[in-house]
């Protein structure tokens, strides 16, 4: 059998949710009765690796759009959840709820009740950008902006060219020099001069007009599915449209992987998945019912304590995000499966 431990090249070694990160019939969750099960702590500084900060790759700011076509496979968790991930890491962070009149990031990072301005009272001239830019006080370095109030209509004129300006306005606000975050969330003072390292776009689902303002301003996507054929289908057209508008890095996360479901081959394994969509893997996110207990409080996944396996896999995929780097699917051999008969003894 082939797992993580003894495959050269790797570089998120000892994980302990294997099914997280290969495929096709993946084995169980570790069970309590193995030996040699390292202890919690060395699981977590294992998997975080906090023996180093990532390195960060690319010019800054790197302007992230996170999409899917598909609604439902959790654009907007993610966004959250790597977001806090990235300003945990040290890296300023601007969030961006590019979903009109629909939007839903505010909720999921427990920031409703501090959204006073959006982009359209910037555009309108009624506010300044700053004023638009809701900080989260767990993390000082991250910031939420969302482009418009619930059931609002934009502006006619408003697309993809406003949505670039938004962008340049924010490149705009300091030299590039980092993140000032201290990572205790009391940071010094405003980030309002400096330019942001990651700008994230929480995309629309769909493909019209929203999808199109979206991804205009983008270099790079995280493209979220799950391992169902009509998200697969979806996700395969967004990716032709997002190469169509030139954005060549795209990665993948498969968010909602169910290692039971796999194993008993009622749901697709990542490494299939990875071979229909031929993207990186930037990283699977196990099923997890923790997730809607977290979004009904506001408190992204990656912040609880202890950490969730979905949370550790966000953390994992955000640390790639960073360094541009990607995971491999690795098949499993396969366990025999019994014949109808052998329940007659046959």
């Known amino acids: 059998m082939l797992s993580l431990y003894n495959l050269p090249g790797t570089t998120n070694l000892k994980l302990q949710f294997p099914s997280t990160t290969h495929l096709r019939h993946s084995t169980t969750f570790p069970k309590k009765n193995l030996t ?14 906090w023996n180093r900060k990532p390195q960060l790759a690319g010019e800054t700011p790197r302007v992230v759009v996170v999409t899917s076509g598909k609604g439902g496979v959790g654009k907007t968790t993610t966004t959250a959840n ?23 990031l505010d909720l999921l990072l427990g920031l409703e009740n501090r959204v006073n301005y959006t982009v359209v009272e910037v555009l309108n001239g009624d506010c300044r950008l700053d004023q638009a830019l809701v900080r989260d006080k767990r993390w000082s370095n991250f910031e939420l902006l969302c482009i418009s109030k619930p059931r609002s209509k934009l502006p006619i004129g408003f697309g993809g060219k406003a949505l670039t300006w938004l962008v340049e306005a924010l490149k705009a606000r300091g030299d590039g020099t980092g993140g000032t975050g201290n990572g205790n ?52 057209r967004v990716t032709g449209l997002l190469e169509c508008d030139g954005i060549r890095d795209i990665k993948m996360i498969v968010n909602r992987v169910r290692t039971d479901m796999i194993k008993g081959e009622d749901m697709m394994s990542v490494l299939d998945v990875q071979e229909m969509l031929g993207l990186p893997l930037l990283g699977v996110i196990p099923e997890d019912s923790e997730v809607i207990r977290s979004t009904n409080r506001g408190y992204p996944l990656v912040l609880n304590k202890p950490p969730t396996l979905a949370g550790l896999a966000f953390e994992q995929a955000a640390w790639r995000l960073v360094e541009q780097d990607s995971m491999q699917a690795v098949m499993v051999e396969e366990e025999p499966k019994r014949g109808f008969f052998s329940f007659f003894g046959g």
């Open 185 to 236: 969330g009391s940071g010094s003072g405003s980030n309002s001069s400096v330019c942001p390292d990651f700008i994230l776009i929480d995309c629309p689902a769909g493909i019209d007009a929203g999808f199109i303002t979206a991804i205009t301003p983008a270099n790079e996507a995280v493209l979220i599915t799950t391992p169902d054929i009509t998200a697969l289908r979806d996700a395969d």
């Open 36 to 49: 040699q099960t390292p202890s919690k702590s060395h699981i977590t500084k294992s998997l975080l690796q």
């Open 82 to 104: 790597i977001g806090l991930s990235l300003a945990r890491l040290g890296f300023s962070v601007v969030a961006i709820d590019a979903d009109v009149g629909l939007r839903n």
